[in-house]
């Protein structure tokens, strides 16, 4: 519990970090509202919620899309051309159209705009970075994006990431109390891996047969 705890107290402490830098400039909505492009969405497949999910469940499907995927400083810049509001009065979600054929659904918050939702590609791949695995490269920093603005905040205030290359990991990589928090929030990415937080180990994402054959 005590993990937990602290996870949650960290976590809280960068959600009031951000909403205070944004608070501080200039509003996102300003006197001219943004313009934006709302977009009915697709129906959200069955299936457990990422509370529901396991770190190895998280860890296979995200690997399995990895490589379609273009970095997450694209991916936002993505994100903040669909200019989702700040606030939004008729609604706890939303999904707007953003460049490129790409759309994202956004979650408000009684009615701040609170987190980014899922994403879907042009060619009809949904994601969200809620369904990912700890240490997935660029899951904290989506889960960290709280308005448009916030992308060049956060590009400008990157801390150095370390990688573990987990691909040819063979058997369990030990590791400590202050590499664990590095993974989980987003100091340390792991690469075909994922984290055993109760076990104090990381493992290799296994393949799937068909992709391993």
Same mark, same amino acid.
């Not at 501080?24 to 001219?32: D, V």
């Not at 273009?70 to 009065?89: F, Q």
């Given at each position: 519990?005590?993990?937990?705890?602290?996870?949650?107290?960290?976590?809280? &402490?960068?959600?009031?970090?951000?909403?205070?830098? &944004?608070?501080? =400039?200039?509003?996102?909505?300003?006197?001219?509202?943004? +313009?934006?492009?709302?977009?009915?969405?697709?129906?959200?497949?069955?299936?457990?919620?990422? &509370?529901?999910?396991?770190?190895?469940?998280?860890?296979?499907?995200?690997?399995?899309?990895?490589?379609?995927?273009?970095?997450?400083? *694209?991916?936002?810049?993505?994100?903040?051309?669909?200019?989702?509001?700040?606030?939004?009065?008729?609604?706890?979600?939303? *999904?707007?159209?953003?460049?490129?054929?790409?759309?994202?659904?956004?979650?408000?918050?009684?009615?701040?705009?609170?987190?980014?939702?899922?994403?879907?590609?042009?060619?009809?791949?949904?994601?969200?970075?809620?369904?990912?695995?700890?240490?997935?490269?660029?899951?904290?920093?989506?889960?960290?994006?709280?308005?448009?603005?916030? &992308?060049?905040?956060?590009?400008?205030?990157?801390?150095?990431?370390?990688?573990?290359?987990? *691909?040819?990991?063979?058997?369990?990589?030990?590791?400590?109390?202050?590499?664990?928090? =590095?993974?989980?929030?987003?100091?340390?990415? +792991?690469?075909?891996?994922? +984290?055993?937080?109760?076990?104090?180990?990381?493992?290799?994402?296994?393949?799937?047969?068909?992709?391993?054959?």
């Amino acid at each position: 519990m005590a993990d937990v705890d602290r996870i949650r107290a960290a976590t809280e &402490r960068a959600i009031a970090a951000m909403k205070a830098h &944004r608070d501080a =400039g200039p509003s996102i909505t300003g006197e001219t509202p943004l +313009l934006f492009h709302r977009v009915t969405p697709e129906p959200t497949p069955a299936g457990p919620t990422w &509370r529901e999910k396991t770190e190895l469940d998280k860890a296979v499907a995200s690997e399995a899309i990895r490589g379609r995927l273009p970095d997450v400083w *694209t991916l936002l810049d993505i994100v903040e051309s669909a200019n989702p509001p700040g606030y939004l009065d008729d609604g706890s979600d939303v *999904t707007l159209q953003a460049r490129d054929s790409w759309q994202v659904s956004f979650f408000y918050d009684v009615g701040d705009l609170d987190y980014i939702d899922r994403i879907t590609t042009p060619e009809g791949l949904v994601f969200s970075p809620w369904d990912w695995p700890a240490g997935a490269p660029g899951r904290q920093v989506l889960m960290n994006w709280r308005g448009v603005g916030d &992308r060049e905040w956060l590009l400008a205030h990157e801390d150095p990431i370390r990688t573990i290359d987990c *691909t040819a990991l063979q058997g369990d990589l030990a590791v400590d109390e202050d590499e664990k928090d =590095g993974i989980t929030f987003g100091r340390i990415d +792991l690469i075909g891996g994922y +984290l055993d937080w109760d076990a104090s180990v990381v493992r290799r994402t296994p393949v799937p047969a068909k992709e391993a054959a």
